[in-house]
């Protein structure tokens, strides 16, 4: 897995005089960013001689900006840079429309916040020496009259860690809406017969995102696996990766075999067209092609960053996307079924599928295994020519975890975002699973039903709600927060 780096573009905004506190603010935004994880900071510098105006260069007079002609400079230097987002701070009242202008030309992401006061001047005067409070006012507003989509963080002293909260959370809405925009997603054959729940519109994707989906029959792929030369040592890359991949095997080396050539042929497919995700018929075609199961195919494809959805949900893969986007690929999703409401405690349910989640989530590696769907205590002798072979059998570790899913009706977006707790079990349950406590299942669930959402989900480590959120205010999706 790589980790998600974003490009952020900081405008430090002041109004006329360039004074101490600004330099001071300055710096210390730029020391507060720079401690982000995931993140390259762009922002002006100081012109040489103090005076020069340069869009090449990202020169302004002190590094910060105000007036027409340096939000232009600074915009064109921003663009050169290539910078997914922007973050607005006056420095002291700012200048909204430089500021403003910098946003409008990026059309990027903005995250604004003002700095604090500090005490008055003890001259004479007793003036104010900020007034970052009065004038963040004004570039809300130049952004709210151009329409242009923003976040306000709040008003802090930039070393707090209550604004390196709101920072890291916008820098996770970044990096969704930056693999969201343009992505392309992979259909390798067609959904289940009876599944009409995870039909979608294409065009939607691309209306809305500005995606591709590059379609491929499954005896494509099937062809190529199996036109792979039996020396090729790619292969026995992979039988070894799949041999070593859980703690118990109990599954025959024919499935070795060929899951290793499907697995590199998807593999190659992801590659080739440069996928974001991965939705792929699973049943019942290959069982008759190739006599196997592909979950644990999915589960090693996820583990590596190539994130697969079943049962041909395309949906269902981008939202695979956003949590794995979300978590700035530090973790991976399990592509769950909501499966069963616990038999005895009412906030709890089964996040399920038979058996696709990567083994870097386990619970215990030592109590790991890849198995038969017919045998998942491993008790009976491995069988050549087992086609429900081919399903990982564990529990997932503990933690707090965020659920996460996409839904299209009559050109309109909406996500789904759910926090949970995934408690540890001493039950041992088929395919990979795990039992998630829930603030409140039944408001949870009849979200689900009245909203549209299927049965299918993301699920993912990690509190990702805020930035969830944030990452619907940029890409015009309404959320549906169940907290």
Request: hydrophobic residues 40%.
């Amino acid at each position: 897995m790589d980790q998600v780096r974003v490009r952020i573009g900081f405008v430090p905004s002041y109004r006329w005089r360039y004074t101490p506190w600004c330099e001071r603010m300055r710096t210390e935004s730029l020391a507060a960013l720079a401690r982000l994880p995931g993140v390259e900071v762009v922002a002006p510098q100081p012109a040489p001689d103090g005076e020069t105006v340069d869009g090449v260069q990202g020169y302004t007079p002190h590094g910060a900006v105000t007036g027409l002609d340096q939000g232009e400079a600074a915009a064109a230097y921003f663009a050169r840079q290539g910078v997914d987002a922007l973050v607005l701070c006056p420095l002291d009242f700012g200048d909204e429309r430089s500021a403003a202008k910098v946003a409008e030309k990026l059309q990027a992401p903005v995250l604004l916040y003002a700095t604090k006061e500090p005490p008055a001047l003890e001259d004479v005067s007793l003036a104010r020496v900020s007034d970052s409070y009065c004038g963040n006012l004004s570039i809300a507003s130049a952004l709210y009259r151009r329409r242009l989509p923003f976040h306000f963080a709040g008003i802090f002293f930039p070393d707090e860690p209550a604004l390196a909260r709101e920072l890291e959370a916008f820098v996770r809405a970044v990096a969704v809406v930056k693999g969201l925009r343009g992505a392309q997603l992979g259909q390798v054959g067609v959904r289940p017969e009876t599944f009409e729940t995870v039909g979608y519109d294409e065009h939607a994707l691309a209306r809305q995102f500005g995606q591709n989906v590059i379609h491929c029959e499954l005896s494509e792929v099937v062809g190529t696996a199996q036109g792979y030369a039996e020396d090729d040592p790619r292969l026995e890359a992979v039988r070894q990766r799949i041999r070593q991949s859980a703690a118990a095997v109990t599954v025959a080396g024919d499935y070795v075999r060929q899951a290793a050539r499907l697995e590199l042929a998807l593999s190659d497919f992801w590659r080739s067209n440069r996928l974001s995700a991965l939705a792929v018929q699973c049943w019942p075609a290959i069982q008759k092609q190739m006599g196997m199961q592909l979950c644990g195919i999915f589960g090693r494809l996820t583990g590596q960053g190539m994130l697969t959805a079943c049962e041909t949900d395309v949906l269902g893969a981008l939202a695979m996307l956003v949590s794995y986007r979300s978590a700035l690929g530090e973790t991976v999703p399990h592509f769950i079924d909501w499966t069963i409401q616990h038999r005895e405690d009412p906030n709890v349910l089964l996040a399920w599928h038979c058996g696709n989640a990567p083994t870097c989530l386990a619970a215990d590696p030592a109590r790991t295994a890849l198995r038969s769907r017919k045998d998942m205590r491993g008790a009976l002798p491995a069988q050549e020519g087992d086609v429900q072979a081919g399903l990982y059998q564990f529990q997932l570790k503990p933690g707090r975890v965020t659920f996460c899913r996409l839904a299209e009706y009559d050109g309109e977006w909406k996500m789904l975002i759910a926090p949970g707790e995934i408690e540890p079990s001493t039950e041992t349950l088929a395919g990979t699973w795990s039992w998630v406590r829930v603030r409140d299942q039944a408001r949870l669930y009849r979200t689900l039903v009245e909203e549209g959402f299927i049965h299918h989900a993301s699920m993912i480590h990690g509190d990702q709600v805020q930035a969830l959120l944030l990452a619907c205010k940029f890409l015009g999706i309404r959320p549906v927060l169940v907290d």
